[in-house]
């Protein structure tokens, strides 16, 4: 659908919050997303120009757009989530997380038992969870069984059954596990107290289960039944023990629900921490790989939609490190500055770095770990894949990273003999290009590294990979050339996400097999060069090296800076809102000033 095409239809779409579904030629759904207003939201795709190789391929193939209009931004939140799950257009972002997760059942029976079950079924039982670790819920089980007494039996124990004798008491009995209603030894009404025990333990609220025990060993005493009062006693010992083992963040702090997102270029990892009664309940940390331009406040209301609804989340505050568009009502977001809230987002960005460093580590010793001669056969298999000149012994790779639409760095990565070479990794301050300009950057760091080794006399590498599509390529191509180095080292691109690979001049990209050892070097390779760029972005942010563009607008200050991206998240938002919208908080004489800086900025010098 061209341009024009859509301005016949634009004045048909609703200005109504909901979501929109956008179509290819073949009817395949290949992107859903929501809108406070579908017109504007939509129109914005056919009126902006991207800077995303896969935007600008997303409209090229949007054949037929269809609309659904909901009450309010939270249906559009949930349908949409929900529709993604569905139907996993190729376009939107992709959850990594296919995981099956356990639960612990109340079977829907007379004197239910408790078990781990993988299956939710709609037999009217009670499932509580899911939890994320199969480990955890054995464990939970076993102190369960240990602390009170429940039936294992599959006995069939109706009135009748048990009124006609039909049952013995089997071994559990004896051993203290059960408490016999098989024989009418226990009443429906003492079983269902220690049901609702085994609910109060797997809320993390151990409390009542203490409170009962200690109130059942007192009657026992009173009773002179001093060896049951002892066993009593050691029960009330072992749920003491099993509080302190966990991890208890603040008796005051109540249900809460913690996040945080780690994303590196179109990976992103999100952490999210389940808090209960104060205590660490759940802990999960999730993959996703975005196909568009969405920035880390999207990608984090997303996830936080999805898993909120996987775990059956009631809590009503959210912990963020940074301000989203998250429409549930009567859900408090809480960005925290300090004590035990801060600590609790220190602790989850922790976990968020763990899991990406061990998924780098794994890939990385897939080929570390093998011998020279087994990466000497990877690195000929690449060079026969590729159709190179010269064994790419000596590879090098290049990434730009920005946050929110601002502060741009690059980083580049160098692998000799097919593994990492980090005194040879170098990272780059942008130095002669203004705002976000993918081409103009690769241009200017490529150029500035191989000066170098041109000016040095250092071997240059056999292999280049610009991470990006064909635009990056050949900025990079044309600093090689500039620098008179054409046809002294092959120079590819690799295309975000699609690990298609990219030659100067070629209408086709080459696509190695998944499973190649070619393909899983240049998939280490592009990873690390991730991971390079990203943690070298987060140290200059932390010194405070970068400074927000909108503070270099003469008469625009911090404060209003701050303000302004509290509320609209990325500076790339601001330079798209209308005027009323950013005087609403900076007034119309600084929203008159911003608007300005933009307009001219955009129409370039001249």
Known sequence: MTSQEFQQIAHTIPVNPGIYKYFDANKELIYVGKAKSLRKRVSSYFTKTFTSYKTHELVKRINHIEFTIVDSEQDALFLENSLIKEFQ??????????????????????????FLTRKKIKDGSEYLGPF?????????????????????????????????????????????????????????????????????????????????????????????KFEKAAITRKKIEHVESYQEKSVIVSRHLGNVDVFTILKDNDIAYVNYLMIQNGTIVQTHT??????????????????????????????REIIVPAGIDYPEPG?????????????????????????????????????????????LQVLYQLQEDLQLTALPAHIECFDNSNFQGSYPVSAMVCFKDGVPSKKDYRHFNVKTVEGINDFATMKEVVYRRYKRL??????????????????????????????????????????????EIFFQGDKQSVKLSYNSDSLKLIRGIRDEVHRFGISFHRNQRSKGTFKNELENIKGIGKATADTLLKEFKSVTKIKEARMEEIAKLAGVSKAGIIQKYFNEKEKGPG
């Open 89 to 114: 257009p190729r376009f939107n972002i992709d959850l990594k997380d296919d995981k099956s997760y356990p639960y612990i059942v109340i079977k829907k029976e007379a004197f239910p038992r408790v």
């Open 132 to 224: 994320t670790s199969v480990a955890k819920v054995r464990e939970l089980i076993n102190f369960i069984r240990q602390n009170i007494p429940l039936r294992t039996c599959k006995l069939n124990l109706t009135d009748q059954n048990i009124k006609n004798h039909k049952f013995k008491v089997c071994l559990e009995y004896h051993l203290g596990n059960c408490k016999g209603p098989c024989e009418s030894l226990q009443s429906a009404e003492d079983y269902n107290e220690g049901l609702l025990r085994v609910k109060s333990l797997l809320k993390g609220n151990l409390s009542p289960v203490i409170q009962y025990y200690k109130k059942e060993m007192a009657e026992q005493a009173e009773q002179m």
């Open 286 to 315: 999730i993959q996703l790989v975005t196909h568009l331009e969405e920035d880390e406040a999207e990608v984090l209301s997303f996830a936080i939609a999805q898993m909120r609804q996987t775990f059956n989340s009631g809590a």
């Open 331 to 375: 859900i408090v977001i809480t960005i925290p500055k300090g004590g035990e809230k801060k600590k609790l987002l220190e602790l989850s960005s922790k976990n968020v770095d763990y899991f990406k460093e061990e998924i780098r580590k794994k890939k990385t010793l897939q080929l570390e770990g093998k011998s020279d001669i087994d990466r």
């Open 454 to 499: 041109k000016e040095e006399n250092q071997p240059l590498p056999q292999l280049v990979i610009i991470d990006g599509g064909k635009g990056q390529l050949s900025a990079a191509i044309e600093s090689i050339d500039a620098l008179e180095l054409a046809g002294k080292m092959t120079i590819v691109g690799l295309a975000k996400n699609e690990e």
